[in-house]
């Protein structure tokens, strides 16, 4: 089959101590402390089988993510600069739909023919974390398109258990192939529902909500929060081209942050009440969240995505005096996300479809993460089995 790898040297920095388990699997935890020199490859790979408990796909729609663009792009020192569970060669993609061709002989639900989105966090459900409910944080977690072979292919093989039906979008839109680039998104979206109503169960329809970061994460809380009954969609971005899809998604007013007093905007954008959810999907904690004092609402929540190495100054006091709770967020598995974001999509009240600046073949993959390099674009869709066409 026709595949997309990412190669990169194993080259651990010498101040990172790697543990055993990490050298004797090369699944390493900081992918950005080891991984060196990484260059994408379009060939040809084997075909992958499917075992009892999985289903063969063929991957109709895969979207490019701002983690594939970071594992295939170095900093100054060569190293890649995604910063987390990494193990290569291997194949990218982990936003995808696709078409069951073949069910293993476990396989229970699910049956030859039907369209599925899966999850990207394959958790174990026999960890600690996960016997707890806490899937996206696995302690065993393998990552699709991360530590094992992706979806930037013709077909995958994965486990039925990640699996989630895409029909009901298809039922609705009479359009298999527009279904299926819905379905690619789901699990993008996914990360934002995560972050916005599992993770505190403080989202209210009629809050105040402020989104930092026009990337296809902030976007999906955007659209998230008009179908959610936000009475006010604030997003903030230094992109002019991303604040406009933004206002396509729902947002109700957009800013570019840059120079901006962001306390006194926010606060006279709320009536002098601040802001009840702020989402952070810019991965700038110290420009986005470190600024807020006065603008946070009393009982404002936070919901943090965007992922940032650096330590991050925060106004404690202000969360104590003003009762303001803050929820790091990670993935996007269990709690019902996959369902609920495929009826969302099935029903018309989310459409992810502004966000996808172009489709484009498989084989034009190394000139899409190319092209993506300006950050323009807000999500390119690659398509491994059929030819782009001209409407989104
Ligand atoms: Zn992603
Ligand atoms: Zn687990």
Redesign the pocket.
Known sequence: MNALQLLADWNPKAAYQISAPELQSRKVKSGSSVWHNPRLEFGILPDPECAADEVLLEVSAVGI???DMHMYEAGADGYILYPGLTRFPNILG??FSGRILEIGKDVRGLAVGDLVAVE?VNWCGTCDACRRGLVNHCTQMEELGFTTPGAMAQYIAVKAKYCWKLEEIAERLGDERQAMLLGAMV??TGVSYHAMFNRLSTWKPGVYAAVFGGGPIGLAAVALAAAAGASQIIALDVSESRLEIARKLGATTTLNPKGLDLNATLLELTHGHGVDFVIEAAGAPMQTLSPLTSSLAVGATIAHIGRSEKPTSLSLEHYQVRGVQLAGSLGHAGHGTFPNVIRLMASGKLDMRPMVSAQMALRDAKAAFKRLESRVDAKIILLPNSEPTESV
């Open positions: 993510c701002g983690s982990h936003e990207e699990e993008p």
